[in-house]
């Protein structure tokens, strides 16, 4: 909403709660001038802003109040009590248009004529008002200062360095429990007011949509070109600060995307597309990164001409751009100095441009990427950290030096001495191999100039290029901190992304792993490490959760398919139209699970996804991540894709194919098939796998709670189990024999009787 | 026109600092350094909640290190990010006139950079200098 309109509302609504006092004086004493003069001052306002704002309903509204209270105040009219009433109808009906204007309602209007015509001197008396109906929205916010908010969260900070100055001198002395335990509740209260704090600090980002449409009018009108303009996802919450820096880049972006993206309408038709351009804006929220996607339909960008441009400018020779990819060409664009356009005119095209935006999107801790489709438009993704402020970090240490290294940038952190782990060098190069897998190593000491001893740790580090291992001495927290850009002279080194002051109260930097790669010379290429390599024997299948199943097995389920873990309350969970569903956002998700789910206990879910479909399945608990090996023993059973050796442990791999297609039997349904064991063994060893492979799940013993849907005997076992007499199936040794036993190897026989007895039990 | 100058020593010469460009004077923490940067950059320090960046001004002038365990600091602001000046020292706070520099001397590199006129310290002349000229500038990229 305009800032205007909303201080406008926030203003209107605080007089009117200040005013709801004189109405009532006034009522009780209509010949009190001061409470009139205080209800004419507000109508009056109310007007003057109106005619400012355009709001032409309410400026009616507060004129004919207005003109009935002149007319009071001149004495030409006496206040009697159906003015008094017409004139509270008024205000009453002003506070619930303002409260309509804050929510973007409507409100019905009919009745505003009525408000007014009671007013006129010769009205009928109309029913004495009463606290309106639909009251306001319950808005509970306050207007604050920017600056306030800052100086709260620098505030904030102080506290948590006295605190931490605090705990520290405490430890030195020696405190007694009492005094650890009122700092342990300190600390905690100081942890969640600075989540508190931080939240405050979050704005939606409308504030950096809303000026757009003028923006593209405005750009479109200059360039002599049609534009629509699409905003998505304006409610996406990101920091405050983090909207003012992204100002910048995307009116650039887009004033661009107008300017050389769009063709001129002329060209557009021979194109074939619709004289009107259209432009889409959207953010969105992606894990703890904000995407804002700027597309265009227009031409998209010709590399071939970028390229030609850049061997013009002597940025690179003919040669190096033969041996680019198609992506090094089209990243060109973000070469300085360079523009896609022939001529300079008043808004873009001047060659300062793509380069500035991508530096002042990467110094923000975030990444841009183009998405180009030559003839049909551009499509712009700037990615960025959700807030400025709060990173996710690792601490490690070099020497007597600290670093933090944000945690999206590590994949992984070995010791190496680890198994699997080894290093050497090439030449003068270092290089680790992890697990059969190579990749170069960068010793932090050394490139950072830090004394220190060889590495201990690795960290390997992702970068948009490549991934390579990082040695340092030690790993030594984990923490969130709070991360400002360094002054210009410290990021100029290359190898930082900010500054941070850790709970110590010593000053950190924080590492870039792109940064670090750059500054030891590391230089990917597209080309994948050869794959026959001798180190590389052992072929390694898709990641996989490992879990353990409500029935206690122990189960694995590719990653892949996994959206998310996460914990509901049983009660969520019911039998309903033929199967299992959770009710998940006011839809249903079908639900697997091997048990029946307590309502009253919390389950836990995978949530799984196709991307289309949402499957949940329920689990006792999440075990491990683990690699699956390439290749899987078959599983008799449908609904398992096989058997994997993970550990020397046998895991059973569910088949997730099967889970969406819905045509296996979920483990679910395998009915609990109970077998009373002979002496000799032949049931569990023999017939065990063969009716297993039919889709029962066997037991030798029913455990408490449990009821078997079948049961199997040998005929001449004299004490059946009792509880399952019903269903029990009997088996004869011999080829021969009656009607009330099968032959225990006539397999066809035994699955058919096993499966009319299930499913006459069902 | 009288402006208020911070007089104080760096690498052993007496200069006036425009009060203006002097956030605050402190004694600095811990200082953590911060390798592969300007050699002028002598490392980070926490100022409260704020993180400062330590400019050795001995460096920046080009006269050599200063002394390992100096503390006392100018803090400045440049372009929104806060800096510490190292100084030797700190004397007073007092209004001058600054006058141009004496037409025919030659200021040597770091000095010639930072001088921007001469007050008059009874009757002795103090280089009046702007300390914002001393954080080393990032080359361009």
Redesign the interface.
Known sequence: MDDLLQEFVAETRETLEALAGEIVAWEADPGDRARLDAIFRFVHTVKGSCGFLDLPRLARLSHAAEDALAAVRDGDRHPDLALVNAVLGIVDRIGEVVEAIDGGVALDDTSDDLLIAALAEDAAPVAPVTAQGPARGASRSVRLSVDLLDRMMSGMSDLVLARNELARRLRDDGAEPAVEASLERLSHTLAEMRDTVTRTRMQRVETLFAALPRMVRDTAAEVGKQVTLHVEGADVELDREMIELMRDPLVHIIRNAIDHGLEEIAERRVAGKPATGTLRVSARQSGNQILIEIADDGRGIDVARIAAKAVEHRIHTQAEIAAMSEADRLDLVFAPGLSSRDTANAISGRGVGMDVVRANVEQIGGRIVLLNRPGQGLTIVMHVPLTLSIISTIVVGVGAQRFAIPRQAIEEIVSVRAAGVRLDRLGDAALATVRGERMPLVALGPLAGVDCAEPQVLAIVVTRDGHYALGLDAVLDTEELVVRPAAPVVMAAGLYAGQTLPDSGLPMLLLDAGGIAAAAGLRFTAAAPSEDDADAAVAVGPQALLFDDLDGQRRALVLAAIDRVERIAGSAVRWTGGRLRLVSGGTTVPLHALTPIDELAEVTLLRLTDGETELAYAIAEPADIVALPATLAPAAVPGIAGVAVIAGDQVEVIDVHALFAGIALPPAARPLCLLHADAGGWMDNFLRPAIEASGYRCVAQLAPGETAAVALAMDDVADPPVSAAANLVRLRRSPAGGPDSIYRYDRAALVAALDARVGAAR | MTELFLLAQIAGRAVAIEAAQVVSVVDL??I???????P??RG???L????V?VIDTGVALGVGRSACDARRAVITQV?G?H?AILVDALEDVAPFVRRPISSGLALDGGWGAIGTGLIERDDEPVLAIDIAAL?????A?
Request: neutral net charge.
């Open positions: 923490g811990e953590v350094a911060v390798p592969r940067t300007d002028a950059v980070l320090a926490a409260r909640s704020r993180v960046t372009d990010h800096y954080v080393p500038q990032p080359l990229a």
